[in-house]
């Protein structure tokens, strides 16, 4: 196993010339945000945060977060503009834009270099007025705690996931942020340590830097409980999804067993598009927006359709979204089956109950094919099936009746100015780089969590 961290150091330690010039990008911006900062009185600070003030980056992987401290006074609509407003003068040779977290805030590109401006308020440790008052103390607690030797092990944790596909708070992965990866060295030492942990997680696990107890799983609902050192009533699990979870103790338990280095490499190649005859893919095209809005509305609208085709008795096996967050998005089902039978047998209660067998009939009689009383007294009613073709179904359901489908009110005008349905044999036509990675996420088998 040592070989392979020693590997593995290799492709997450930045060299002192990547370094160098992280730095440069660094000091320039944050003097140009500083010299913006004095147009605005209620200011009170600026200063780096997330893993380039940690130094816990990953080589060739780093992004720079600064955290505009505004008086505590300060009310939210003059917090959000004041965020908006420096970030954009600071930033105007830069292409600035706005991303959305609770609050705004203004992201831009510095010499190929990702550059997040967000404001906080100037608060006392636990007098919360915004979710970003924290990341400042997460900083300092961070580089108060930990060594040389703990930066490495971030590193080496935050690769492992990255390469499985879990790491990363926004809600395009919900995975395990780099806070979340520095907390989890801090409570098992080492990478191998958390791994090892990881390969023996239980459901609801606690996991604190104090000592904790069972009650606490009671104030959380989430796959994980990890407990904020610096915030013992907010849960860091709760953004993380089952799936990441699930994904990190498979993957753990594999590398445990036996180590390789392929768990820190990125995977390139093509995935299996062998099982696609029960796939569908919708793709249509969007104004682009901030993307941790369109992923929002894809996710939650995802989730719609997967009910409205279970509700019409398709049975989805899985299913995703992706976008390219350049105004092309698709959605992927995969189902047990496309074609459904014409007919449905409906099973309803004993003729001894009275009132249900009442309802079932009121429910049934007109629109049934036939009734008739089961040799275990139960009711039944043969039916035919509205929709027995999905595609049908989803063209219907996004031609006729998507304001009430329950996909997201942000992106009905986009489906609706056009979509198109590709399945079977028909989603081998497509090129697109977007819809075969999804196609291939959902008919293939996780390599890391099942090998």
């Known amino acids: ?12 330690k ?58 505590y006074g300060t009310d939210e609509k003059e917090f959000e503009k004041i965020g908006r407003d420096l970030g954009f003068h600071a930033f105007k040779k830069y292409k600035p834009y706005l991303r959305y977290s ?6 831009a590109f510095v010499d190929k270099i990702r550059i997040n401006v967000v404001p906080c308020y100037d608060v006392e440790r ?47 992965t919900n995975g395990f942020s780099g806070y979340v990866c520095e907390v989890l060295i801090l409570k098992y030492g080492t990478c191998i340590g958390a791994l090892r942990a990881a ?3 239980k459901e609801k696990q606690v996991i604190s830097l104090e000592s904790s107890n069972d009650d606490i799983a009671k104030l959380f609902n989430s796959a994980l409980i990890i407990i904020d050192p610096i915030d ?9 999804s089952d799936e990441s979870v699930g994904r990190l103790i498979l993957a753990a338990r594999r590398f445990i067993i ?47 359709i997967v009910k409205q085709l279970s509700i019409y008795g398709f049975r989805v096996i899985r299913y995703s979204t992706s976008t390219d967050e350049n105004g092309n998005a698709v959605f992927v089902f995969m189902l047990e089956s496309i074609l459904l039978q014409q007919m449905i047998i409906r099973q309803g209660p004993k003729v001894f109950d ?4 009442d309802r079932f009939l009121e429910k049934n009689i007109k629109k049934s094919n036939m009734i008739w009383i089961g040799d275990d007294t139960r009711l039944f009613a043969m039916l035919n099936n509205k929709f027995v073709d999905a595609i049908i179904f989803l063209n219907f359901l996004l031609s006729n009746n998507i304001s009430t489908s329950g996909i997201s009110a942000g992106l009905i005008n986009d489906i609706r100015k056009g979509y198109q349905i590709y399945s079977g044999n028909k989603l081998k036509s497509l090129k697109e780089v977007l819809a075969r990675e999804v196609i291939g996420e959902v008919v293939t088998t996780d390599q890391f969590a099942f090998g």
């Open 1 to 12: 196993m040592s070989d392979v961290l020693k590997q593995a150091l290799k492709l997450v």
């Open 14 to 71: 930045p060299t002192q010339k990547e370094i160098d010039f992280i730095d440069g990008v660094a000091n320039k911006v944050i003097v140009s945000i500083k010299e913006s900062s004095s147009k605005f009185n209620e200011v009170v600070d600026i200063i780096f945060g997330g893993s380039y003030a940690k130094f816990t980056w990953l080589k060739n992987d780093v992004d720079i977060d600064i955290f505009v401290k505004v008086r």
């Open 102 to 107: 609770e609050h705004p805030y203004v992201e």
């Open 126 to 172: 636990g007098n919360w007025k915004s979710a970003a008052d924290r990341s400042p103390f997460h900083t300092e607690f961070i580089k108060e705690s930990f060594d040389e030797e703990k930066r490495w092990e971030t590193r080496l944790l935050k690769k492992f996931m990255k390469t499985i596909g879990v790491y990363g708070a926004e809600i395009a």
């Open 199 to 201: 390969a023996e997680f």
């Open 232 to 240: 013992n009533r907010r849960n860091l699990g709760t953004a993380i």
């Open 258 to 304: 036996k180590p390789d280095i392929k768990f820190f490499k990125s995977v390139s190649g093509t995935k299996d598009h062998r099982f696609t005859d029960n796939v569908i893919l919708i793709k249509f095209n969007y104004n682009k927006r901030s993307p941790d809005i369109i992923w929002g509305q894809l996710k939650s609208s995802a989730t719609a």
């Open 354 to 357: 009275s009132n249900d067998s």
